[in-house]
């Protein structure tokens, strides 16, 4: 925001009606959020560096790996390494399918209700780390072709928003699980680089 539009807002905001406060009682509240917000991102900061000093050889691998996908930012980074076994726990022919059940984002098949037979979210793992795939996936959506392309798709099929994220996280959790046991950071697939593309439902995938 430049200091033209900060001094428009200003101007406005001292010409605007509202409650008398002659002892400046909001302006105190304010002031003592502001204050509250700026120590606990202090303190997010102070406890992300002491996390990076304490990883070990493997898990700076594994962190540098994971920095490479979208959306992933040192906070998804962290939870994935202090929340998940290393990922050879999981290596097998169905392994990115376990990562993502691990965490809750795998598909589950309604059984009863009137919903019966649709299949949704199992939320049945780590909270902490779904959260954190979750919130990747929609920043992913937005700045990574690739999941901005299934998203589309899925919204386009008439699926709501989170609906759809979810299948965004569960390709995440797909390319994370390759580019670790591969061990080579993640790059765009070149389809992607000439526009929107479908991509192809994961195996057992819906919603």
Known sequence: MGNAHAETLLRAAEA?????????????????MVALIEMLEEQADALSSRIDELLVDDQLETATLLGSLPGFGTGTVHTWISELPPIEKFKAKNGAERVAATMGIDAKLRESGRFAGRVKMSKRGNRYLRRAILLAARTAARCDPQCRAILLRHQNRGKHYNVAISHVARKLVHI???????KKPYELPPEYGLGVVQEPDLAGSGA
């Open 16 to 32: 605007s009606t509202g409650v008398p406060d002659p002892h400046d009682g909001h302006g105190v509240v304010i002031r003592t």
């Open 176 to 182: 994370a699980y390759s580019v670790l046991i591969n």
